[in-house]
């Protein structure tokens, strides 16, 4: 047995990824890192006891290379007498649908694949190729995006007691020496060299950058880290876990649909959950973040960290019949000697008294990639265009500004309406302002500014579309990708 396969069995025994007797289905695209992995677990099956399956995807987004690879993990499933399946899946259509990325909307359907072809196989695990080198990419592009530390612990080896990463502590660089020694043949994914998708920016660009200029074991660096705060990671769930057994009070149907998410989501309205603050103010101000971020997830929420902060003052203060408004009508309440979470008028974008006529709130919306997003409840669409480089030159731009240096930010972006304290530097401007004095000075009506349309990329606002872009946004002479907002009536 070679050392990268004893190395690797290891691992899968010491942290129980597979168990004698049980089939598991892997992924194999035709990489590296998956072709590696399949020549890997049929050397280990053996001793492990367990048997083998492949699986490939294609994804419609690259026809010219799906055939190759396809042939290439069908023979080596052939050679090595295992069943293999294939699948295609819509991603385009998916993303645009969803309103998601590329890259999360192939992930999506990818993951789906597998699941259904594993339940129809009968396999009980998923194994996918993920390499150190990914799991150092994955820590790095969440602290860009903006994470806590449960998302800072990376990727784990098994996820969902389903899909298991076997290569996760093994670095590409062994990898593909493995690889050559056994003369292994695999294809490269011609998408992992365009630099569109801020992981490949973060891989091609930024991690060289960093080990060349700051530290050379950058990577291994980023590893342990998220390997030491995985290991937190487990104690703090533990104690949030038994913390939200003791301050959580609610109708049965509530905790008994916490595990199925969808289904939950689609009845959650009709549901509420109270929290007993007395309970809740007295742990740890970790835990109770990590219990906010729960609450907002078992109904139907996925809450930002500015919502959290928000969500923690409302408890804090613990002031009777002060409220949040959370996304798609879910209110956060103080009710006597607890926070309540309901749908008090069900879903949809309400603000204000519940006694009170309804207004319209604007919707919260991703903007994943560029293209037109329609508002029919605003009676508005955004646009989001790439532009060549040589309309930036016509001198047709807008004294309000509508173009955008897009190297300065990574999709997506967010489209939302204002919120107390924002703050932007208006395009020309000395400096920085809040928003609502701006919009006063814009001579726009009270009434009416909850309706402005703000973009932001994470928590950085870049625009107002249609009034005024972020002036650290704007195009300059070294500028080389422009993109364009516009805010316009539905036709």
């Known amino acids: 047995m070679q050392p990268l396969e004893k190395e690797i069995l290891e691992l899968i025994q010491r942290e129980n990824l597979t168990r004698s007797g049980e089939k598991v289905l892997i992924g194999v695209s035709g990489g590296?890192?998956?072709?590696?992995?399949?020549?890997?677990?049929?050397?280990?099956?053996?001793?492990?006891?367990?048997?083998?399956?492949?699986?490939?995807?294609?994804?419609?987004?690259?026809?010219?290379?799906?055939?190759?690879?396809?042939?290439?993990?069908?023979?080596?499933?052939?050679?090595?007498?295992?069943?293999?399946?294939?699948?295609?899946?819509?991603?385009?259509?998916?993303?645009?649908?969803?309103?998601?990325?590329?890259?999360?909307?192939?992930?999506l359907l990818r993951y789906d694949f597998f699941k259904k072809t594993a339940a129809e196989w009968g396999a009980a695990r998923i194994a996918v190729g993920h390499t150190a080198d990914d799991q150092a990419e994955e820590v790095l592009l969440r602290l860009i995006r903006g994470t806590a530390r449960k998302g800072l612990s990376g990727m784990k080896t098994l996820r969902d007691g389903r899909i298991i990463r076997p290569l996760l502590r093994t670095p590409k660089s062994i990898l593909l020496a493995y690889l050559e020694y056994n003369s292994i043949r695999f294809l490269q994914d011609s998408s992992n060299l365009e630099n569109h998708y801020l992981r490949n920016r973060i891989r091609n660009d930024l991690l060289p950058y960093l080990a060349e200029h700051f530290n050379p074991d950058i990577r291994q660096t980023l590893i342990r880290t998220a390997n030491i705060l995985q290991d937190e990671e487990e104690l703090?769930?533990?104690?949030?876990?038994?913390?939200?057994?003791?301050?959580?009070?609610?109708?049965?149907?509530?905790?008994?649909?916490?595990e199925d998410i969808k289904r939950h989501q689609e009845q959650s309205e009709n549901q509420e959950l109270n929290i007993k603050l007395d309970r809740f103010n007295s742990a740890p101000r970790a835990v109770q973040r990590r219990l906010l971020e729960k609450f907002c997830w078992i109904m139907g929420c996925s809450p930002q960290s500015r919502q959290i902060e928000h969500l923690l003052q409302l408890a804090i203060q613990n002031t009777l019949g002060s409220s949040l408004h959370l996304s798609n009508g879910l209110r956060a309440t103080i009710n006597k000697d607890r926070l309540c979470f309901t749908y008090p008028l069900g879903r949809g974008p309400f603000r204000g008294n519940i006694s009170a006529e309804i207004e319209t709130e604007f919707p919260e919306i991703s903007i994943p990639i560029p293209g037109i997003y329609e508002l029919p409840q605003l009676g508005k669409k955004l646009l989001v265009e790439n532009v060549a480089e040589s309309d930036t030159k016509t001198g047709?731009?807008?004294?309000t500004g509508q173009l955008l240096d897009s190297a300065l930010f990574s999709f997506p972006l967010v489209l939302r309406g204002p919120r107390s304290g924002d703050r932007f530097h208006?395009?020309?401007a000395p400096g920085s302002k809040k928003i609502s004095n701006f919009l006063s000075d814009q001579k726009i009506e009270r009434a009416d500014r909850g309706l402005v349309p703000i973009l932001c990329a994470d928590e950085s606002i870049l625009a107002l579309p249609g009034l005024r872009i972020d002036h650290r946004y704007r195009i300059t002479e070294k500028t080389?990708?422009?993109?364009?907002?516009?805010?316009?009536?539905?036709?």
């Open 480 to 491: 080389t990708h422009v993109i364009r907002v516009s805010w316009e009536d539905l036709a």
């Open 236 to 258: 703090l769930e533990n104690i949030t876990e038994s913390a939200f057994a003791e301050i959580v009070s609610t109708i049965p149907e509530t905790l008994m649909q916490v």
């Open 426 to 428: 208006p395009l020309g």
């Open 32 to 107: 590296p890192d998956s072709i590696g992995l399949l020549h890997v677990m049929v050397q280990l099956a053996p001793a492990l006891n367990i048997t083998l399956a492949a699986a490939y995807v294609d994804h419609g987004l690259r026809p010219e290379e799906t055939e190759q690879e396809k042939n290439l993990v069908g023979a080596a499933a052939e050679n090595f007498g295992l069943d293999f399946f294939t699948g295609s899946i819509d991603v385009r259509n998916y993303a645009k649908e969803q309103k998601i990325s590329i890259e999360h909307g192939a992930r």
């Open 396 to 399: 047709e731009i807008f004294p």
